[in-house]
């Protein structure tokens, strides 16, 4: 028989919630890779060209918006890679949290069944989208190669990039999703707010057309602008972000992620009465 | 011949202490964050309590199997949630030595595009298992669910009998330390209540301790020597089972 007297559980005393779901993360890392597995190799599974679509569906992006707006934004060099890297951090934001409120809703059902960290499912969506998101980035090289764009050494830095843009998406999600739980039409409202946000990130269009007077809403109050910003220089542009441009971006991250793992946290127990 | 004087020991594993589960209702169905902040706006925002459970008191010794009977809603699947941690109770103590393991619905989490090898491991991890756990547990589960030849090929593929083949073998080769089972001794042929009783039995002399919520009055009192009786969100009667079965009868009769 196994040993597990030392495992006792106590409703009267219980630690922080936020640590101890920390803790539940580490003691179930096992859990959280079978569900990235899973959701990988069911999408790679469904399809003829499996894993491909992850990396088509921003370049079909790319290819419709890069016709549309050449003329407009031809100053910019290499304009569909300029798209691409914006658009690829984009998406890996809007999925991953969009993922992260339908993944409560299915796991909703086991969590009213077993006990499991209930951070569980948004921390495998945020794997999941870093795996596509390592897919979608080496799309992103092969266009740049197919423009004859340099590739800057300065590439190392991505996985920086990448760690704060996850952090940052995680904290939004758990953020949402708590939400979404006590009232279903957040999720709808928050699938609009995702389109205007993103026509009012530089993404498609370059930063040096936003008119003066935008410039204090477009780029300083919007998050995903610094996090855009310190995503696409490393790759695209071939330089690395700027202290100050740093230094805002994983403060935002960081206060996002610690804001969402508390609020989710707190409000958890909560959730299998409204399940 | 009492129940108390056959127990050995009396060594609890679960002991709960006032446990009370409330439900806030509102008064009318909410369910948009917009209605909400109106009914806010106007002061408008009532709630009704409701009680699933009240001012529960109980002990549960290890290598038990314990039953719980009572009518629809008398609150017996939330007391099993509080048990395996699912619901935090709004009021009172919960105490639990070891792990719990609720029998889940057979191939909860299961997968239809992965294989069934795929499945044993995602639903292993999802019961708290680490994935060397399930290695070593690999080849009893292929073993008992007599899939051997199907294991590698996606789940979709399975007849239903094979997926709950599947999902049986996969989420009894454990022996947790405490077993909780809701109900599923009557989903499934008689074929398979016999091969579940005896894995319980199995289980118990284990050290396992299981908690048995059923309609089968007979499963109960074939497998349990106490029982509680629910009704209401409390407890009416806790003692021998068959004495407990007794009431419950006398008292359905007269209703």
Redo the contacts between chains.
Sequence with gaps: ??T??N??????KRGPVALEELRGIY??R??I???V??DI??RY??SVLGIAWTMLQPLGMMVILSLVFSNLFASVKGYPAYILSGLIAWTFFSQTTSAMISQIVWGG????????PRTSFSVSAIGTGIVNLGFSLLTLILIMLIFGLPISWTIIFMPVSMLLLAAFALGVGLIIST?AI?????AE?YAVVLVAWMYLTPIIYPESLVPEAYKFWIFNCNPMYYLVKVFRMPVFEGSLPDAQTMLIASGIAIFTLVFGWFFYSNKA?EF??HL | MTIADNTPQTDPVIRLSDVSVR?RLPGERI????E?VIRILQNKLQFKDFYALKNINLEINKGEIFGIIGRNGAGKSTLL?VI??????TG???????????L??LG??F?P??TGR?NV??NG???????REIEDHLEEIIEFSELRDFIDV?LRTYSSGMHARLGFASSTSW?P?ILILDEVLSVGDEAFRKKCEARMRGFRS??TTSILVSHTMDSILSLCKRAAWLDHGTIRMVGPSDEVIAAYRQAQAGA
Excluded: N
Aim: aromatic share 12%.
């Design positions: 028989m196994k597990t007297e495992s006792i559980y106590d409703s009267a003691q179930y096992d859990l890779f079978q569900l597995r899973r190799v069911a599974k469904r059902a086991l969590l009213k069944q077993i006990y499991l939400m006590y009232f279903p039409d957040v409202m127990d299998a009465y | 439900y369910h948009t964050l917009k909400y949630k395996s941690r699912v619901l935090i109770p009172g103590r919960v105490w639990i030595k070891g792990t719990v393991s609720p889940l619905e909860a989490g997968h595009e992965l795929e491991f995602l991890t999802i019961l708290g298992h680490p994935r996606p022996e330390d284990g050290g």
